[in-house]
Structure formats: structure tokens, C-alpha cells
């Protein structure tokens, strides 16, 4: 493992070994010129380790994340830690005051802003502040989304896993499905991932809410990286019982409506559906005409309408094939959990 700094330094400041520091960090300036500021805690472990830093609200409406973060700054001491958490809040201060996912000036949308750059748009220069005193500087991160609104988003990782590093990163964190792929340019993700700072993607859930049982396994999820990585040397890795890489190569698209009229989900609260099946059905006010919408292939729903009506056009939901080895596992799994009289948690 790398040499580790002891000291966690940030905009000139330094943090201590065994120190916790909350602070606001001006990234902007509302119109009447008072601060925009981020919560921040770091928590700076005793014991030399690697930093990773944890952002949730780059879509201010997006707060299953904000609830994760919350719980990991208050959850473990720096006395235990073997490393550095940089727990960041919230990002997008005016989006989560306006409870909206961009940014309420011009719509802009920070999660495409980044690494940004200090004489930019509104985004750019938020982005830019972020990225050089807190991110730049740790080894790896994770970034915490929802769904946008009217939809939901099964619990699952993204993350570019032709990148080693990343990969390793994305399987210990122990989501039953990892999207593969480089991510939209201007992402946290991709621009820390390009500086050398491997980050993922942690999809959960819904916009406007806190879901239980989503931040319960998304807490699992960081403890199991803190364990991987050994800022937790004494913890336990949380196995999922499978995991499921989706690549390029797999087939996955947005099934969508092709009549206006009322949606019916049929998925209950499964992720998996067989081809063929049966998952939305579209009818008209007067139910003359009754539209199914049927699965093309065996897969599963990685994201899904909430808003139950819909034009010619609207996404229904997001299907990724699986093979048949992985069939077989989830399958095995889901019978197991079953036995157990439980559900596959994921939306
Ligand atoms: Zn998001």
C-alpha cells in the first residue's frame, strides 16, 4: 500500500490525526451576496490511511444520499479509522433549498460540470471548488444519486470497470448490479476518476425521499469498502450473494409507451422479469383499449416510471438482459431469500 499522509490538508487548513472537523466551505454567493456554503465533515483517522471522500446532492432533490452521509460523519471515530473521511453533505446548496435537481440559476446541472473551472458558468466555478479542495486530494470517493423524479432507480453501482482501480472499488462496495461505462462527461465520477481519483456511482431509489431500507444497504455498502480498503481493518465485508457486471455488451434499453393513457405497473416489488412477461399495461380512460407491455428479453428492471400516466414516447422502465449463468444465480438467490419470507429489496 502507498505511503499515507497523516495530516489531511484542505483551502490552506489542516486537519489532525484523531481530529473530527465541521466546517461550511464557500463555493458561491447568492444574489444578495451572502455565502453559498457545503456542509463538510472530515473525520481524520488516528492510524495512517488511504482518504475517501463521500458527496451526496449533486441533484439537490436526490436525498437518500444526504441520509448516508449524515449516518457514516456521526457513525465512526477517528480512534477506529485507518484513513481519512471527507464526508460531504450536500453539493448543490440553491437545488436542495428549491428541492430540484439542477441548479435554479439557468437550470444548470452540476453533476456535468465537473472538474469545472474557476472563471466558468455558475456550475463550473462550484464545481471547481469542490474538485480542488476536496476531491483532487483523496484516493477514492463515492458519489451518491436517486432517480430523478416520477421515477424509481433499483439499488445499484455505476462505474467505469475497464478502470482496475474503479472496479475494484465498485465490487466491494457489494451492489447486486454494477452498470458499466465511463459515465456523461462533465461527472463527478469520470472527472475525479480521470485525476486519479477512482470514483463510483452509488444509484438508490427515489428523488424526495429517505428509504430505509436502501440507505441501510448502502451503509453496508461503505463499510464494506472501508473494510476492502482497511480504514476498517477489523470489519467484515457485506458479500451480497451475487453480483452482476452489466457491460456494453449487454442488451439494455428504455422500454417506452407507444399510446397515451394510464400505466399500470405489474412488477410488484421484483427486479427480475422472464421474456415475455407481462410488466405495464397502458389503457385508455374509458378502457376501450388496453396496451401490454411486454419484457423482449429476461432481465432486470433497473429503473421504472413512478408517474402513472404517459404519452407516446415516455420511458416505462430500464430492462438489462442477463445470461443464463446469472439467471440461474439470482434465481437460486431469490429462492433462498424466499425460504427466508423476505422480498428482493430494491425499489
Ligand atoms: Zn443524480
Given at each position: 500500500?502507498?505511503?499515507?499522509?497523516?495530516?489531511?490538508?484542505?483551502n490552506g487548513e489542516t486537519v489532525e490525526p484523531g481530529e473530527v472537523r465541521t466546517l461550511r466551505h464557500g463555493i458561491s454567493e447568492t444574489y444578495l451576496g451572502d455565502p453559498v456554503e457545503i456542509p463538510v465533515t472530515i473525520i481524520n483517522g488516528r492510524h495512517p490511511g488511504p482518504s475517501v471522500f463521500l458527496t451526496a446532492a449533486i441533484h439537490g432533490d436526490e436525498l437518500n444520499g444526504v441520509k448516508v452521509v449524515q449516518e457514516v460523519a456521526s457513525r465512526y471515530s477517528p480512534t477506529e479509522l485507518h484513513g481519512t473521511l471527507v464526508c460531504v453533505h450536500v453539493v448543490n446548496i440553491p437545488g436542495y433549498l428549491a428541492?430540484?435537481?439542477?441548479?435554479?440559476?439557468?437550470?444548470?446541472?452540476?453533476?456535468?460540470?465537473?472538474?469545472?473551472?474557476?472563471?466558468?458558468?455558475?456550475?463550473?466555478?462550484?464545481?471547481?471548488?469542490?474538485?480542488t479542495t476536496f476531491i483532487k486530494q483523496c484516493d477514492f470517493g463515492l458519489d451518491f444519486h436517486t432517480s430523478t423524479r416520477n421515477r424509481t432507480t433499483m439499488f445499484h453501482v455505476r462505474a467505469d470497470m475497464n478502470n482496475p482501480n474503479v472496479a475494484r472499488l465498485a465490487r466491494s462496495f457489494g451492489a447486486n448490479v454494477i452498470l458499466g461505462g465511463g459515465g456523461d462527461g462533465g461527472s463527478l465520477r469520470g472527472a475525479a476518476t480521470s485525476a486519479g481519483t477512482p470514483t463510483i456511482t452509488i444509484e438508490?431509489?427515489?428523488?424526495?425521499?429517505?428509504?430505509?431500507?436502501?440507505?441501510?444497504?448502502?451503509?453496508?455498502?461503505?463499510?464494506?469498502?472501508?473494510?476492502?480498503?482497511?480504514?476498517?481493518?477489523?470489519?467484515?465485508?457485506?458479500?451480497?450473494?451475487?453480483?452482476?457486471?452489466?457491460?456494453?455488451?449487454?442488451?439494455?434499453?428504455?422500454?417506452?409507451?407507444?399510446?397515451?393513457?394510464?400505466v399500470e405497473m405489474h412488477h410488484g416489488r421484483r427486479e427480475l422479469v422472464y421474456e415475455g412477461e407481462v410488466i405495464a399495461t397502458i389503457s385508455d380512460?374509458?378502457?376501450?383499449?388496453?396496451?401490454?407491455?411486454t419484457a423482449p428479453f429476461t432481465g432486470l428492471l433497473v429503473g421504472l416510471l413512478q408517474n402513472p400516466v404517459a404519452a407516446p414516447g415516455h420511458p416505462l422502465c430500464h430492462l438489462v438482459s442477463v445470461d443464463d449463468r446469472t439467471l440461474e444465480v439470482i434465481e437460486s438467490e431469490q429462492d433462498r431469500i424466499q425460504r427466508r419470507n423476505a422480498v428482493l429489496e430494491g425499489f
Open positions: 500500500m502507498a505511503e499515507f499522509s497523516n495530516t489531511f490538508h484542505y428541492q430540484q435537481r439542477y441548479l435554479p440559476i439557468y437550470d444548470l446541472d452540476l453533476n456535468r460540470s465537473f472538474p469545472g473551472s474557476e472563471r466558468s458558468n455558475t456550475a463550473e466555478r462550484m464545481a471547481n471548488a469542490l474538485f438508490m431509489g427515489q428523488a424526495h425521499r429517505f428509504q430505509q431500507r436502501l440507505i441501510k444497504r448502502a451503509l453496508d455498502g461503505v463499510e464494506s469498502v472501508l473494510a476492502e480498503y482497511e480504514l476498517l481493518p477489523d470489519r467484515a465485508i457485506h458479500w451480497p450473494g451475487w453480483i452482476k457486471v452489466i457491460d456494453d455488451s449487454s442488451d439494455k434499453r428504455w422500454l417506452r409507451a407507444d399510446v397515451g393513457g394510464l380512460h374509458f378502457r376501450d383499449e388496453v396496451h401490454e407491455v
